[in-house]
């Protein structure tokens, strides 16, 4: 559950361009600057236009970096589906991807041979909505692509791609069923809303209605509804006014307006009585959750109820962790949030009870801090405190022009649900202004309604999602994510009804060329020492008011003693209770003040110190960082709360199936005994982490997180010499002790592979999880840009042959992929492939036969080597479009002893690949002969589909 709803959720990643800075320039470096003024200075100036047709633009100018984000917004979503049509919004979204008449084919080709980033499309209750960002000289063709399936998609339907996308859908739907709390999103809706509310059902739809999706009533639904008067269109980025109104006339001008679409008739439901539910689920300890429906965004009410939810369970210092998870701690884990729809929301309060408490004394004790908080209302400081704590998360993601938070989103959201496309700032002086007693009575007015009680309890499932998420007729949900066309879980992202296209102006008989595009102009790599030796790595970037820095140690999960694992995690969690000077309270109230963002994070081979901080407050936000870093506190009560709460992670990691794969794939490819072959979210195991002690973890971190051990790097608005100066304050004077550094051995022998399939039983999974994989002879620091291409080819994107041969022709997944690892010493090879239980064993041998093709005589063809160069070098500018992006280059650069200028260098790179090139580096890596495979499912279904393969089947279970 998320702990900041739509408002916090979309704002926190999207509001944009900051004034340049004056107002915040004012505020005293030693004194977090006020909320007013960090307010006033959020703006996103834009202009507008609309066509004769009803197609409302919205223009915003940012030219930092040479793309444009293009982002068209409908206003249908799943609550205009008519009964017996649940799910026809998301379907739809999903055909829209899959050719229009003068586009034919799948609409991310001519995408990716741009070097698009950021596409995908989403559908939720209220709207549907597509975007691209892609290079300024590629614009013509994103405006062709959209135009094309707004004004001429329906000869581009047929009966096949229905079929296969019912499917794609189908799979989308198990794969979220299939995951602890997978169901939680049907409770919420059929729960809060009444049968007949548009909001009752959820967004995926039923099985049901999906089988019955006939291709006259999807037709109908786009003729009902995609209309351009129904529709938005932003264009953020390297654009101005002129060249937008231009273009899009040029290529909207066309379409005729559609029928007008009438919105359902909604209201914010009150339940007559509380009501209680309990399920059971696969899932590691109870949660109680406490529900109520509350107004959507456009309500006076919706900022007071979000600044409530955040005082009471949002910020780490809330009212529900000071009293239930760290004074008195029942629970392992709490939460509050809002999320807010056009016409409705809801507030979700849950707690987690720590294993070993009874579950009605944690419930008892949820209910009297909420009617605690009802009573007394949150103070000012708690109140600053929320709205410092999400300006910073609002101001971090200032950069971004598009995607699913930037600028785009933020302006498109406030035309469509507001009619004001600058709404944000509406929603940023209520929350500016609000008051204790406004929101004590805000909250009073929602939250002393009947509440919706559900309990989950650790169990197997009494039902599934299978006919779930229709509009169900009996009386009998954080954040609800939209559903995406991309597989998320593998990183991705006219005038009248009977008009069956647009008369086009525009020349359509062809693809618009590419214009100009400019190449990458990676910031300037400074370097500088500080006076204890610790080399500062920085890059200037002055869009917006704010310095992100990272203080890197070579450590890793890869440094935990593997008759320990689950140390470091540990480590980091104890960390961030405090340190020798501020206690777990004050430490979360210092950050919050300041809007400050510092965390522990650790990957495989580094171990990471991060902070986020707005630039006025950067000299108080970096004393903080180096007191984290320097002075843990790791106090022995603290130890025992984070020590359950890591336990109840870990058991949360051995219900969820795609966790549950790679515990077991990873120390059987590297060997139980290396660096590398361990759990990979570093959780490590029960006894471990049962038996660690605060010594332990104590000389862990003196051991690991020492100054000769140390990088730091800084991108933002600020020079070199200021931040030199600074982190001296800060770390000049940390000095290292006397012994040697410790060594992390990458020398013990990996294991010679032994095929197999290692079958993992989870009962009643809807999908199995495959894992297939192979260590690579190659370190991550070698030249590998040849490999990874063939990889992209292969598996490795939306395009690739194992993807398409799965997901768009076969339909038996919502999406697959492999990869190559980023590690710094041996490189691992592997495959991901969420499949439907039912063709888990048809599934293995359709990547097997994809492959032996892929290294025999179906090699890569000129024409995907053309488009996987094309993408790679033309997204380079649009990769590192924030502050983020650049800091996350800059640390592979160091970590892989790349040259400055190395991701400059990359088009030449790629250019010169051959087909013949490529298809050597793959038969060279890769093969099928030596890989090993995990399945997770229902192995009463599954086993007999595995034992027909060839290879041998051993029942397995995770590592703990």
């Not at 094309?148 to 019912?166: A, S």
């Not at 001008?253 to 509380?274: C, F, H, N, W, Y």
């Not at 013949?916 to 030596?930: P, Q, W, Y």
């Amino acid at each position: 559950m998320p702990r900041f709803h739509r408002f916090a959720i979309a704002l926190a990643l999207s509001t944009s361009l900051v004034a340049a800075g004056p107002a915040l320039a004012k505020a005293k470096e030693a004194k977090p600057a006020p909320i007013a003024e960090l307010v006033k200075a959020v703006d996103i100036p834009y202009q507008s236009f609309t066509l004769d047709n009803g197609l409302r633009v919205i223009v915003h100018e940012d030219h930092k970096a040479p793309v444009v984000a293009v982002s068209v917004w409908y206003r249908v979503g799943s609550k205009n589906e008519p009964a017996g049509k649940t799910g026809f919004a998301h379907l739809f979204e999903h055909l829209m991807f899959n050719g229009s008449e003068n586009a034919p084919g799948d609409f991310f080709e001519p995408l990716q041979q741009v070097g698009a980033t950021d596409f995908n499309g989403t559908t939720n209750v209220d709207r549907t909505n597509y975007f691209e960002t892609v290079p300024t000289g590629a614009l013509d063709r994103a405006l062709f692509l959209e135009s094309d399936r707004m004004g001429h998609l329906l000869g581009g339907i047929t009966q096949e791609k229905l079929d296969n996308q019912r499917g794609v859908v189908q799979n989308e739907k198990r794969q979220g069923d299939n995951n602890p709390y997978g169901l939680l999103r049907y409770e919420i809706f059929e729960n809060l809303f009444p049968k007949g509310h548009p909001y009752h059902h959820s967004t995926i739809g039923s099985m049901t209605d999906l089988n019955t999706a006939s291709l006259a009533d999807v037709k109908k639904w786009f003729t009902d509804n995609y209309g351009p008067n129904n529709a938005v269109l932003v264009l953020a980025g390297d654009v101005d006014l002129a060249t937008a109104k231009t273009k899009v006339t040029e290529w909207f001008g066309d379409i005729p307006r559609g029928p007008q679409v009438k919105a359902p008739e909604t209201s914010v439901p009150t339940l007559p009585a509380p009501l209680a539910k309990e399920v059971k689920d696969l899932i590691p300890t109870t949660r109680i959750y406490r529900m109520w429906a509350i107004p959507g965004l456009n309500d006076a009410d919706a900022v007071a109820l979000q600044m409530a939810a955040t005082v009471l369970g949002g910020l780490s210092s809330s009212r529900l962790d000071n009293a239930m998870v760290r004074k008195d701690p029942v629970a392992v884990s709490v939460a509050a949030g809002t999320q807010t729809l056009e016409d409705a929301g809801f507030l979700i309060v849950q707690a987690d009870v720590k294993p070993g408490v009874d579950p009605k004394v944690v419930a008892d004790k949820l209910d009297a801090q909420i009617a605690d908080f009802l009573a007394t209302g949150p103070t000012a400081d708690e109140l600053q405190r929320a709205a410092a704590s999400y300006l910073g998360g609002t101001i971090a993601g200032l950069e971004s022009v598009g995607g699913f938070g930037g600028k785009a989103v933020t302006l498109a959201e406030g035309a469509l649900y507001s009619n004001d496309p600058a709404y944000y700032k509406t929603e940023l002086d209520r929350l500016a202004k609000a008051t204790p007693e406004q929101v004590k009575a805000v909250a009073n007015k929602w939250m002393s309604r009947p509440v919706f009680s559900l309990t989950y309890t650790p169990g197997e499932r009494t039902e599934g999602g299978e006919n779930r998420g229709g509009a169900v007729t009996d009386a009998k949900a954080i954040g609800v994510a939209p559903d995406r066309y991309w597989n998320a879980a593998l990183g991705d992202v006219g005038p009248d009804s009977s008009a069956v296209g647009a008369t086009s102006i525009a020349d359509r008989s062809q693809m618009p060329a590419v214009a100009d595009l400019k190449a990458l102009d990676f910031p300037a790599i400074e370097r500088a020492k500080l006076r204890n030796g610790i080399e500062v790595v920085f890059a200037r970037r002055t869009t917006v008011p704010t310095v992100q820095v990272a203080v890197s140690f070579d450590a890793g999960y890869a440094a935990d003693p593997h008759n320990a694992l689950g140390t470091q995690s540990l480590m980091l969690s104890l960390m961030d209770e405090g340190t020798t000077s501020k206690d777990s309270i004050a430490f979360a109230e210092a950050k919050e003040r300041l809007g400050a963002q510092i965390d522990g994070s650790a990957s495989a081979d580094d171990t990471v110190f991060s902070l986020f901080a707005l630039k006025p407050n950067l000299t108080p936000s970096l004393g903080l960082l180096a007191d984290y870093i320097r002075n843990p506190a790791f106090e022995a009560k603290e130890l025992e709360r984070v020590r359950a709460q890591q336990l109840n992670r870990l058991k949360a990691e051995l219900n969820n199936p795609n966790a549950i794969a790679g515990r077991v794939l990873m120390p059987v490819l590297y060997g139980a005994d290396h660096p590398y072959g361990i759990p990979p979210s570093g959780l490590g195991d029960a006894a471990a982490v049962t038996a660690a002690t605060r010594d332990q973890l104590a000389a862990f971190h003196d051991a690991w997180v020492r100054p000769d051990n140390a990088r730091i790097f800084v991108v933002g608005d600020t020079t070199l010499k200021e931040i030199t100066r600074a982190l001296d304050t800060a770390f000049g004077d940390w000095k290292a002790p006397a012994g040697a550094k410790p060594e992390k051995h990458f020398e013990i022998a990996i294991p010679k592979p032994q095929p197999r399939i290692l079958l993992v039983d989870r009962p009643k999974s809807p999908q199995s999880v495959i894992l297939a994989g192979k260590v690579l002879g190659a370190k991550g620091g070698d030249k590998l840009e040849v490999l990874r291409s063939a990889n992209d080819i292969f598996g490795g994107d939306f395009l690739s042959r194992f993807n398409m041969d799965l997901r768009e022709t076969k339909g038996w997944s919502y999406g697959v992929r492999s990869r190559i690892t980023s590690d710094q010493d041996r490189v691992s090879w592997i495959v991901s492939a969420p499949v439907q239980a039912d063709r888990t064993g048809d599934s293995i041998k359709a990547f097997q036969t994809d492959l032996t093709e892929f290294l025999g005589d179906k090699g890569v063809t000129k024409e995907e080597l053309e488009r996987t160069v094309n993408g790679s070098v033309r997204e380079l500018p649009g990769s590192f479009e924030t502050s983020g992006d650049v800091l996350g280059g800059m640390r592979q650069i160091v970590k892989f002893g790349r040259p400055d200028n190395y991701y400059e260098t990359l088009p030449a790179t790629y250019e010169a690949m051959t087909t013949a090139e490529v298809d050597a580096a793959a038969r060279k890596a890769l093969s099928t002969g030596d890989l090993v495979y995990v399945v997770v499912g229902d192995a009463a279904v599954v086993k007999p589909q595995l034992d027909g393969l060839g290879l041998p089947v051993e029942i397995a279970k995770p590592a703990n």
